[in-house]
Nanobody
């Protein structure tokens, strides 16, 4: 069983920055592909970024490329999402997700490929 807890959300003005953190339980965290997703009211949950177990490979949605950075610290079971130059359209609930070590290890960008989810953290960007 894997438990994920997000933190770091909040209210920020457009152009500002936030850093989301996700703490994961589980002794096999270092084998998990991790992802950040977001869901705005009335919209589907979409991938924002993903990172493979080693951190060597990352994926970003086009809408956040160049502004967001995903990273992980396997020694401390943490994954991060640094969000810079935030825009009002980034407003959403952000979720951390883990694939649980599904083989083969690779980047995953579909929500259905992730087995474990956090409770979400609200990010609100004011104009």
């Amino acid at each position: 069983q894997v438990q994920l807890v997000e933190s770091g959300g909040g209210l920020v003005q457009a152009g500002g920055s936030l850093r989301l953190s996700c703490t994961a339980s589980g002794r096999r965290f270092s084998s998990y592909t991790m992802g950040w997703f977001r869901q705005a009211p009335g919209k589907e949950r979409d991938v924002v970024a993903a990172i493979t177990w080693s951190g060597a490979n990352t994926y970003y949605a086009d809408s956040v490329k160049g502004r967001f950075t995903i990273s992980r610290d396997n020694a401390n079971n943490m994954v991060y999402l640094q969000m810079n130059r935030l825009k009002p359209e980034d407003t959403a609930v952000y979720y951390c997700a883990a694939d649980g070590g599904t083989l083969p290890p690779r980047l995953r960008v579909r929500s259905r490929d992730y087995n474990y989810w956090g409770q979400g953290t609200q990010v609100t960007v004011s104009s």
